[in-house]
């Protein structure tokens, strides 16, 4: 069963930036597509950066696209997420998410079925 352990968000102004980090655990997960996905307040939860864990491969919504940057550390076994010009609009709960089968479906929840517990990212105007 894989684990995936988030860092902890935090409350930052517009503009700046933050870095989140998924530390993934018990598992061999060469083939795993690694997931960023966050939820606002009274919105569904939606994909927002993936990558494969074996080539590398990133994926990214095209609301953060050239704000935020997934990468991965596999000696650590850890995804990051940098996110930088935040803005108010990127408030939420944000997940990581691990699962097998390469890149198909990276931007499906439904195609995750290991998932952290969630970080908070407040971002204030």
């Known amino acids: 069963q894989v684990q995936l352990v988030e860092s902890e968000g935090g409350l930052v102004q517009a503009g700046g930036s933050l870095k989140l980090a998924c530390e993934v655990s018990h598992g061999t997960f060469p083939n795993y597509k690694i997931g960023w996905f966050r939820q606002a307040p009274g919105k569904e939860r939606e994909f927002v950066a993936a990558?494969?864990?074996?080539?590398?491969?990133?994926y990214y919504a095209d609301s953060v696209k050239g704000r935020f940057t997934i990468s991965k550390d596999i000696a650590k076994s850890t995804v990051y997420l940098q996110m930088n010009m935040l803005k108010p609009e990127d408030t939420a709960i944000y997940y990581c998410a691990a699962e097998r089968g390469g890149s198909y479906g990276y931007n499906l929840e439904s195609e995750y079925n290991n998932w952290g517990q969630g970080t908070q990212v407040t971002v204030s105007s």
């Open positions: 990558i494969t864990w074996r080539v590398g491969n990133e």
